[in-house]
């Protein structure tokens, strides 16, 4: 649970969840463990109508000196009218590095991140957190997702 606090806070600090203002809160997914390259999928569900599925992607070594991760959506059933993924990553247990927003609009998509590593020097660990929203009749709902930390030199 210490990642998934974490995470919204650093999240909540950057202004990174605030959905429109008639946004209604959702469920929050808990930290995932294990050594999956990426998380389950997660639905984000209003009213078990409207449903996308969504993961989260353990960074990994794209090039030297860089590091890659993504959030994916899914399938959605019914699709719901918006869909914003927002996906970060996040090194340590608040800090974030790297941020993309798909801004709101269709249903479906890979929202990759890459990041140009600082420091090749020292071993630290990263994760990714993705962040899905919907919007489906005027109704809104989050949900926050982790993938498995990973130390890497990033180099």
């Known amino acids: 649970m210490k990642l998934s606090l974490a995470g ?11 959905s429109p203002a008639t946004a209604l809160p959702g469920p929050v997914a808990g930290a995932a463990g294990g050594a999956a390259a990426t998380v389950k999928v997660k639905d984000v569900k209003i009213n078990d109508f409207a449903t996308c599925a969504f993961t989260a992607e353990t960074p990994g070594y794209l090039t030297s000196g860089k590091i890659a991760a993504s959030g994916k959506i899914g399938a959605c059933g019914p699709v719901p009218d918006k869909c914003r993924l927002q996906t970060a990553i996040m090194l340590g247990p608040v ?13 479906k998509g890979n929202n990759k991140l890459v990041y140009k ?25 989050p949900k926050i997702l982790h993938s498995p930390s990973v130390s890497l030199f990033c180099g």
């Open 95 to 107: 800090s974030t590095i790297a941020h993309k927003d798909t801004g709101w609009g269709q249903c």
């Open 117 to 141: 590593c600082a420091d090749q020097v020292h071993k630290r660990t990263f994760y990714t957190e993705s962040v899905m929203q919907i919007e489906w009749r005027g109704q809104y709902a």
């Open 8 to 18: 919204v806070a650093a999240l909540s600090v950057l202004g990174l969840v605030a």
